[in-house]
């Protein structure tokens, strides 16, 4: 549906505007009454000048939203907008506009200005009761022209990526309120946590939407990595989190009026897939893509083949899969590779090359007539030779002479792990093709997204907390936090390009 022409003007605006900014003409002549000359003087001028330029930026932004809400034509083709969304999910009865209700609205410079706007909920006529469904956490209605600018949960599309980038950017809630209050913005814990899991939970069901889709539909005809080299990793994190059992009526509230809780382990798992250069090395120009998700293995190689599909990982020049060894990984490599329709010549499984050292280290750590300066040469030798023609099948014959009494059987468990992964491990052959051996980009990024953040102690996490903030996390350590906010208020996957914006402006969005 077009946008109609809104019935205000350009003029009419800076004629607002200016009456607006008149009434900032006496902090104005305050702020450069005097030249500073000290250091201590220039920082203060610095915070009021950039304290005044905030309040100018919300006069602007208030003055528009005065402007959109005065526009009829705006108003109801926000409102009929709204009714085909609610249509399309699935509402059958009837829209009642029930006028204009009063919100208030959070401004990127820190003001909270009240506003009038329409709201529009599925009739009640003819109802009895209590409503049978739960209401949903934004309530039963709509706010058409909030939503139409992005503005949900009282906070602007900057103002809401200001506080989801600040509650995963900083250590703990009381520096991300810290650095909030920094940029005049002013709010308390419980409503920067709601504002930024809203943000997080959106985003990863654009995303389940998207890779659901991926999965059923054909292959795309463009793809995101065309002619590229790319590397795919997976492995997973810990981090706790917190289960409080409400519905036991033994479980009552204690002294300290707390219920009794458990801490159980989550293995948040991380996805990375980045763009190699002829070197094997990471192209720096390519920002890599993070995924990550609380769900179990198979749910998370669900995510795998649809993410491939997505951004057309067939049509790659050469795709090189690494991971450790665990037995939830490998026993599901060749079923992505098929489902993703990944060409089995281009496509490469590797094991770890470090995580085969350890397996190496932790077979002659069971070898106790072997001195430590001994198990360090050994060591030392075979790691060398992994990387050799034959070499692996040489180390693996090298243990199983060292396979004796009664450590025997520790050795030979590390044995049969290298033997599994023998077709894994031809590491001289992928080292002259310049194919990297190593899967330190996802080691690095489950330290980055979750340990500095999400695994500090004592810290503990409710489970669908934790899982929007990760994911919001992703965005911000992959270096596409533009991108993803963009996809996000747009209401797509931050992957999907927009097919209403500009190809230019997309691509600086991204």
């Excluded at 200005?113 to 209401?135: D, E, N």
């Excluded at 270096?479 to 208020?489: C, K, P, Q, S, T």
Aim: glycine share 8%; charged share 30%.
């Amino acid at each position: 549906m077009a946008t109609p022409t809104p019935t205000f003007t350009c003029s009419t605006i800076l004629r607002t505007l200016g009456e607006r900014f008149s009434r900032h003409d006496s902090e104005i002549a305050e702020l450069l009454r005097a030249i500073p000359e000290t250091p201590a003087e220039f920082l203060v001028l610095e915070r009021e000048a950039i304290g005044l330029g905030a309040a100018l930026a919300d006069d602007i932004i208030q003055v528009v939203l005065e402007m959109c809400h005065a526009d009829k034509a705006g108003r109801r083709s926000a409102n009929e907008e709204a009714r085909e969304r609610l249509r399309e999910a699935g509402e059958i009865r009837r829209i009642d506009n029930l006028g204009s209700r009063p919100v208030r609205l959070r401004l990127p410079g820190g003001r909270v200005v009240p506003i009038r706007t329409p709201y529009l909920r599925p009739s009640r006529k003819g109802m009895l009761g209590r409503p049978k469904t739960k209401r949903g956490a934004a309530g039963a209605g709509c706010y058409p022209q909030l939503e139409r600018l992005g503005i949900l949960d009282g906070v602007t599309p900057l103002t809401r990526s200001k506080i989801a980038r600040q509650i995963v950017l900083c250590g703990s809630y009381a520096e991300a309120l810290e650095q909030l209050q920094l940029d005049g913005i002013e709010l308390d814990v419980s409503t920067m946590v709601r504002v930024a899991v809203a943000t997080g939970a959106c985003a990863m069901e654009h995303r389940n939407q998207a890779l659901a889709r991926a999965m059923t539909e054909p292959l795309p005809a463009h793809s995101l990595v065309e002619g590229e080299r790319i590397r795919v990793s997976l492995d997973g994190g810990r981090a706790r989190t917190r289960k409080t059992n409400k519905k036991n009526k033994k479980n009552k509230k204690g002294k300290n009026g707390w219920r009794t809780f458990t801490l159980p382990w989550r293995e948040p798992r991380v996805i990375t897939v980045d763009v190699l250069d002829e070197d094997g090395s990471i192209d720096s120009s390519v920002p890599p893509i993070y995924e990550v998700d609380l769900g179990d293995a198979d749910r998370v190689f669900d995510l795998v083949v649809g993410l491939l599909r997505f951004i057309g990982a067939h049509r790659a020049r050469e795709i090189v899969f690494v991971a450790d060894g665990a037995d939830w990984i490998w026993a599901r490599v060749d079923a992505m590779i098929e489902r993703a329709c990944l060409p089995m010549g281009r496509t490469h499984k590797i094991l770890d090359f470090y995580h085969a050292s350890e397996h190496i280290a932790d077979a002659l750590r069971a070898c106790k007539n072997l001195s430590d300066t001994d198990r360090r040469t050994q060591h030392k030798t075979l790691s060398r030779k992994m990387v050799r023609p034959g070499g692996p099948q040489e180390v693996i014959d090298r243990l199983v002479e060292l396979a004796r009494g009664r450590r025997g059987k520790r050795v030979n468990k590390e044995i049969k792990y290298l033997r599994k992964h023998l077709d894994h491990m031809r590491d001289a052959e992928w080292r002259l093709a310049k194919v990297p051996i190593g899967s330190g980009i996802v080691e690095s990024a489950i330290r980055r997204i979750i340990n500095l953040r999400f695994k500090a102690a004592s810290m503990c996490w409710r489970e669908d907390h934790l899982a929007a903030l990760l994911y919001l996390r992703c965005a911000l350590k992959s270096g596409r936090w533009e991108a993803f906010m963009l996809g996000n208020i747009q209401g797509r996957y931050w992957l999907a390009a927009d097919p209403t914006a500009e190809p230019q402006a997309e691509l600086e969005a991204a």
